[in-house]
DNA sequence: TTGAAAGCGCTAACAA
DNA sequence: TTGTTAGCGCTTTCAA
């Protein structure tokens, strides 16, 4: 391997000017830097950028943690993050947690090691406090999921509000008793949306039926073993499913097929989130759609500014949702 | 932050006695051992990983390039490569192609500058020589998808006989006509599979009508495309389809029940590869499994002997591959 | 415009 | 068992 001594000698220059041409050719004689490059080029040279890094104790080198590869929604989110950091010469990795924070604490040691300059995470499985320690050192931003009182770079949707407004439209539908697919309570999120379901029920001075609601890993299958229960629950009566998200909402339609019921004719569903499969499954599915570039953009660009050493105006960063209606809810037949 | 410096005068031992005891503390004494360990402690130290990588010129991280993230098949592999990774205490990274050539080579050129140690392509969107000028230099593993003469380390299943097999099981059931999805006829795992096709066609003496056959993209919408072509082409006549990816016979399904036929009792369907949703979906999806877990587990395995420098005794590696027969592709009416 | 030289934090060879 | 020291390849300051 060639080094940039070796390079300043072909080239007859020193080192310094040799890395002057590879910092942007500044303060060189353009026949110098054309010596240079010759020399670069005849030796096949390329910078060890473990010595720049080094050197520099920088890495452009980001990590997003996700929670489950092979989940789509984060996809979008990806390509958004990707966007960003390409015009900044960042280079991005994906981590994979498995939502497990032993994972994740793994991936925030590489802050402290230097291996990388900041995280963004949409997995938030460790304590608060451990997070938040790390955050007031290194740039992190944590997307899509926070916590009860936020304390660093967030960005995410009105998830509370969101899912009320779900509720409503299925109320809206003329449904009275609707089911409530709650996925895992320990995440705020999801406690956040399940809160939207009691909003939308008691501003329109409905009982709360907790039989109704059914905590559920938030999976395809998680929502078909959830729905599986509920149908099978003697005297448990109901005219439509929300699902607090797609994944459960698709695995509810498959348990309710199964057992013969048509969707949205007998059972009116929605999900959330809008992950890629919605839009092809069927029936189509409606859901709430996240942000999802806009998610990624803007948690990049947080992340730039921590870097870069600014400190955030405010923490929270609240991104506009949208209801997507599609075939699952079926045909408007209450009033407004 | 502190250096090795501080730890060591804090210690009052020196700077190799200290970088001894992150070591392992071979040729330390237990209470100088004791003694350095309460000063990190003290001083919160974390050895500099940049400093490290740079003094011994390697990273212990390697990179997996995937085409598409949001696709399931990619998860269960990756749990294959994490595991082994982990008990050789290595760090595995994503890194989303979106199979273009030029991201890929941006992950590639991390080799030459030392970023990684080495990577896993279920890409391999690049021209064969440069990926193969890559692999001579450096460790390369491709999964999943190769060449046509293999000359670098590589982990697979027979794609060709694989899809033979699943046609054969789709003759044997007296389908005769067969439309078949062939995705994107420039990755050669998807011509191999279309050879499959044919041979298993051409071993019956039947003839090959090629207007059942559609290159289509490797996703549901491409599938749900092509199929809408095959159901609206006049007088093409077909009553079963495989597809060469579960993506596209999901699609296929899709566009089949949206043109009121039932799968499996008007059309047969079939699909590869095996993915989360092809259990989950309704009807759920014959297919072809590839050994996921096992393909991650070799191409990690792969990797190490190239890193620590053995040259692996042939490249290719062939792994079983299994017919798992479900709902979609209906009854048993032919002969054996 | 160019060069000399310091030094980033660490590992490891060698000496004690 | 411990310490001294060279040096990994680069960037950057300072001087020429």
Redesign the pocket.
């Known amino acids: 391997?060639?080094?940039?001594?070796?390079?300043?000698h072909e080239a007859?220059?020193?080192?310094?000017?040799?890395?002057?041409v590879?910092?942007g050719g500044?303060?060189?004689?353009p026949?110098?830097?054309e010596r240079v490059l010759q020399a670069v080029e005849h030796l096949n040279?390329?910078?060890?950028?473990?010595?720049?890094q080094?050197?520099?104790?920088e890495t452009r080198r980001v990590m997003v943690i996700i929670p489950e590869l092979g989940n789509s929604f984060y996809a979008d989110i990806f390509t958004g993050i990707v966007s960003v950091a390409k015009v900044n010469n960042y280079t991005v990795f994906i981590y994979d947690s498995h939502g497990q924070a032993s994972s994740e604490a793994h991936c925030f040691d590489m802050l402290s090691s230097k291996n990388i300059d900041g995280i963004i995470t949409f997995s938030a499985s460790m304590p608060q406090e451990e997070i938040e320690r790390y955050a007031s050192q290194y740039p992190v931003v944590v997307a899509c999921r926070y916590f009860d009182e936020i304390r660093l770079p967030n960005v995410t949707i009105d998830n509370a509000k969101a899912s009320k407004d779900m509720v409503n439209y299925m109320l809206n539908l003329g449904h009275r008793r609707i089911c409530y697919l709650a996925g895992p309570s320990d995440i705020l999120l999801y406690r956040d949306r399940m809160q939207g379901y009691l909003a939308a029920l008691s501003e329109r001075g409905l009982a709360f039926d907790p039989r109704l609601v059914f905590n559920c890993d938030p999976s395809i299958q998680g929502g078909y073993d959830a729905m599986n229960s509920a149908i099978n629950s003697a005297d448990l009566k109901f005219s439509a499913v929300v699902a607090s998200g797609d994944t459960m909402a698709i695995g509810a339609i498959r348990a309710l097929r199964s057992q013969g019921l048509k969707v949205p004719k007998d059972i009116a569903v929605a999900g959330f989130d809008d992950i890629e499969l919605s839009a092809l499954f069927s029936p189509t599915l409606t859901t709430v759609r996240q942000p999802k570039q806009q998610i990624g953009v803007r948690s990049m660009e947080k992340l730039l500014d921590l870097i870069a050493g600014k400190k955030p105006a405010q923490y929270r960063e609240v991104l506009p949702y949208e209801l997507v209606i599609r075939e699952s809810s079926g045909n408007f037949v209450g009033t407004l």
């Open positions: 391997m060639p080094t940039i001594r070796d390079v300043a007859g220059v020193s080192i310094a000017t040799v890395s002057r590879f910092q500044a303060n060189v004689l026949e110098t830097r040279y390329h910078p060890n950028s473990l010595a720049q080094f050197r520099t104790q």
